[in-house]
């Protein structure tokens, strides 16, 4: 099967490192034109690559949005995709958060995709197709304890990306989010933590390593292609089969 993604105009929230330095950079790969925004010095994060723009975005901030969708659509003409990747990890016990804490959380996980898909989606109802695909995360499937911020959000998304879907159905526009499970990113640093505390979480996965950027690179580039066109409202678990059953470490022998 081949995605055909030549030419088209990619938006990448949080494109200055881990996964959506990543994302950026497969879509450029595959021929798109990628604008990579991100919150600070974008210039000198995101992907060198021939075919990758860099914009400072605060994706929560309703006027540092709109200064970066219309200059995208003044490079580029239009918008064909739009992956909201940008994200931050608020931890710690209801009991211990701070007001700030939540509302900096919600703000950027939540209202970022909000902010982001208002944006690009007058310019795609106007080309008459397009995707959004939104970050979401395991965490909206089965919380953890100390993660009330982070999970809450992530599973708005969820239900935000289901309802946005049927708005926009009628414009040809596919509206999905996606789950990652256990990618080793600065933010978390799984790939840092003792030997017992690594094996203790890769017991949980039916395919039993860490995943990667690419992992979920993957599956975005099939959401933006012309294959995914009647796939819209879904949350799909990209988490090497996180918890598909209560010990699937039993099947590694373990």
């Known amino acids: 099967m081949h995605l055909d993604l030549t030419d088209q105009v990619v938006v990448v929230t949080g494109a200055g490192r881990g996964i959506g330095r990543t994302i950026a950079e497969r879509f450029a790969d595959d021929g798109a034109r990628v604008v990579a925004l991100d919150l600070t010095r974008p210039e000198a994060t995101a992907p060198q690559h021939e075919r990758v723009q860099a914009l400072t975005c605060d994706v929560a901030d309703p006027a540092s949005v709109r200064r970066a969708v219309d200059a995208v659509v003044e490079s ?3 918008i064909d995709v739009l992956v909201n990747n940008a994200g931050i990890n608020v931890s710690g016990a ?3 958060l701070t007001w700030e ?3 900096t959380c919600m703000d950027v996980n939540l209202g970022g995709v909000f902010l982001m898909s208002q944006a690009v989606a007058p310019v795609m109802r106007r080309a008459g197709r397009g995707r959004i695909l939104n970050a979401a995360s395991f965490a909206a499937i089965i919380p953890s304890v100390g993660s009330a911020a982070y999970a809450a959000s992530k599973a708005a998304v969820a239900q935000f990306t289901r309802v946005l879907a049927s708005e926009l159905g009628p414009w040809n526009i596919t509206v999905n989010a996606y789950a990652p499970g256990m ?3 600065a933010m978390n640093g799984f790939a840092e933590m003792p030997g017992t505390e690594q094996d203790r ?3 949980t996965l039916s395919l039993r390593r860490w995943e990667t950027p690419d992992d ?4 975005l580039l099939f959401l933006a292609s012309d294959q995914a066109g009647y796939i819209t409202g879904t949350l799909l678990d990209v988490s090497g089969g996180k918890l598909a059953t209560q010990m699937p470490s039993r099947a590694h022998g373990r």
Request: hydrophobic content about 45%.
């Open 76 to 78: 580029h003409g239009t």
């Open 201 to 203: 979480l890769l017991d």
């Open 216 to 219: 979920v690179a993957d599956l």
């Open 183 to 185: 990618v080793p990113t």
């Open 94 to 96: 209801v009991a211990d």
């Open 101 to 103: 804490d939540w509302r």
